[in-house]
């Protein structure tokens, strides 16, 4: 019995050394992938057809030659997170050879909804420094003060777009991003959720991205993209149904049957969301017996398909949330909240198939 506890305690203390190591170095996942994507890795194994062997990868990459021994050692991180796989010849087997996988496929230049911007945005060493002020910040007592700006001394927003816009507009580019996935999903498979609406405002609609494909999905829908004047000065609508608004939106929203709040609400603590949600209130018009509605999508957490990825991706998230803007990600008792002290009485809650997010119907 002793010694079966001792050996408890031996494995225990070694699964625990393992478990800690692996969390002290979860970022060179994203380290590395961040250097396969400077590499242009991903765009020379896609363009070489085949499963690309080591050797020739190594001759297409614009490395020095004395480095050339060391992209074997970068390319199995890589595939040991899922960014390639192998399938090597069963004639040459010493020689790995690298395919993509449906995650690099989504960082491929070309790709329609390219990611790399997050890569440009989250991982630039100025938005890196804020987590170092992380433990310092919870010991302060400084009046909703995000940890980027007891870094920077500036808010998230000003900082990107008055002080670094090269950061603004790879942010503008990363949500362009985003909302081409999902923008793409929601016209396809939820086109139930514009049934009636003659006319929807996209609140911090940003470039208009998901006003655009909604415009172009649900040509009876008038669409307008109502983000910060700076934003869209100088954006034409793409098509007869779409225009730019500029304004504040916790001071009026053009009036509308719908408001859409896509990851606005996440950006902000629970009392600039029931204002916001309150001048929403405002700019739904209810005519003819017909009645508006707020439309967000943002995440429910918790609400994940079982998925521990998806889970994951909304605890990330909600971390990101508190350092760089004050936000957060609610779980759906947190939403409800949020509802009722806005003066709306009923919501619906319809999860994005697969992804971390969902679609919620706020009715009043
Ligand atoms: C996270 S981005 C979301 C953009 C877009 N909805 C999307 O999902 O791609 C937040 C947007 O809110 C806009 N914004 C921030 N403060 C605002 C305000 N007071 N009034 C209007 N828009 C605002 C920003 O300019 C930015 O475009």
């Known amino acids: 019995m002793e010694s079966n506890n001792g050996e408890d305690y031996t494995q225990n203390l070694l699964l625990a050394q393992t478990h800690v190591w692996n969390q002290i170095f979860s970022f060179m996942n994203s380290m590395s992938l961040k250097c396969a994507i400077e590499l242009n890795i991903i765009d020379v194994v896609h363009n070489y057809g085949q499963p690309m062997p080591l050797s020739e990868l190594i001759a297409s990459l614009p490395i020095h030659p004395s480095k050339a021994t060391f992209v074997r050692r970068l390319m199995r991180i890589l595939t040991l997170s899922g960014i390639f796989s192998q399938q090597n010849d069963d004639e040459l087997p010493e020689e790995e050879r690298y395919v993509l996988t449906n995650a690099s496929r989504i960082l491929l230049k070309d790709h329609p909804f390219c990611m790399t911007p997050f890569f440009h945005v989250i991982l630039d060493p100025k938005l890196l420094k804020p987590w170092y002020q992380l433990s310092n910040w919870f010991k302060k007592c400084d009046n909703n003060i995000s940890p980027f700006e007891t870094e920077h001394g500036m808010p998230f927003w000003e900082f990107i777009t008055i002080h670094d816009p090269k ?17 793409s999903v929601v016209v396809e498979k939820f086109k139930g959720v514009f049934e009636g609406v003659e006319s929807l405002v996209d609140v911090g609609g940003g470039n208009g991205t998901m006003a655009k494909a909604i415009a172009k999905s649900f040509p009876h829908v008038e669409c307008i993209v109502f983000d910060l ?10 098509s007869e149904n779409m225009k730019y608004v500029g304004g504040n939106m916790f001071e009026a929203i053009p009036s509308s049957d719908a408001v859409l709040l896509k990851c606005i609400l996440h950006n902000w603590n ?6 916001l949600l309150k001048k929403c209130k405002e700019a739904i018009i209810t005519k003819k017996g017909k009645i508006g509605k707020v439309i ?12 521990k990825g998806s889970l994951e991706t909304q605890i990330f998230y909600d971390m990101a949330m508190m350092i760089f803007v004050n936000g957060k990600e609610r779980n759906e008792k947190e939403w409800a909240n949020l509802f009722l002290s806005s003066g709306f009485n009923n919501y619906k809650i319809i999860p994005i198939m697969m992804s971390s997010r969902s679609l919620i119907e ?3």
Do not use: R, W
Request: glycine share 14%; proline share 4%.
């Open 167 to 183: 950061i603004g507009n790879g942010f503008q580019d990363a949500m362009t991003s985003d909302s081409g996935v999902v923008s």
């Open 229 to 238: 004047p700076h934003v869209v000065a100088g954006l034409e609508g793409s």
């Open 270 to 275: 629970d009392e600039e969301c029931v204002k």
């Open 296 to 307: 967000i999508i943002d995440m429910v957490v918790g609400n994940d398909n079982g998925d």
């Open 362 to 364: 706020v009715y009043p």
